[in-house]
């Protein structure tokens, strides 16, 4: 009974941090665009890049090319704009 009304940590969810906030999420799948909504980051002015020990992965290409999610990953987002130079 106690698994049919689900318990405080539900194993369908998988924790990853987003320019360091944790996001949670259920599905095991998700494209770049949903991340960024999900960590609240309009995708229209930024583009998303994956941490991986010291290399990092730029989705700014594949918006909509879904990445399969685990818990721990890494991620952070780069604004599309252009930097002003001072």
Do not use: C, W
């Amino acid at each position: 009974m106690e698994a049919a009304q689900g318990s405080k940590h539900d194993p369908h969810e998988i924790e990853f941090t987003v320019d360091g906030e944790t996001v949670t999420a259920t599905e095991h799948e998700l494209m770049p665009v949903q991340i960024m909504q999900l960590a609240g980051v309009d995708p229209e002015s930024h583009y998303l890049k994956e941490i991986r020990g010291q290399q990092q992965i730029s989705y700014k290409d594949t918006p909509n090319e879904p990445i399969h999610v685990h818990n721990n990953q890494r991620f952070i987002t780069n604004s599309l704009e252009p930097t002003p130079v001072s």
